[in-house]
């Protein structure tokens, strides 16, 4: 396994984990009816998204090339 694709895989795993850590937020925020903490976990689950969509776009760059 190459640098990039080592790279790529665990830019993967931490959008993975920071996802499961938004979700667990967006929950709790739920049951709080906390609008702030509800904001701050629905931006924290963009940026997981984010964060996951670019590690796939390195992964995939690595295999074109």
């Not at 895989?9 to 709790?28: C, H, M, P, Q």
């Not at 049951?31 to 701050?40: F, I, R, S, Y």
Request: glycine fraction near 10%.
């Amino acid at each position: 396994m190459n640098i990039k694709k080592a790279r790529g895989v665990l830019g993967l795993a931490g959008a993975v984990a920071g996802a499961v850590g938004a979700f667990s937020g967006l929950k709790a925020a739920r049951e709080k009816k906390d609008k702030l903490a509800l904001a701050n976990a629905i931006a924290s689950i963009a940026v997981a998204v984010t964060g996951a969509a670019l590690a796939v776009r390195a992964l995939r760059k690595d295999e074109l090339a």
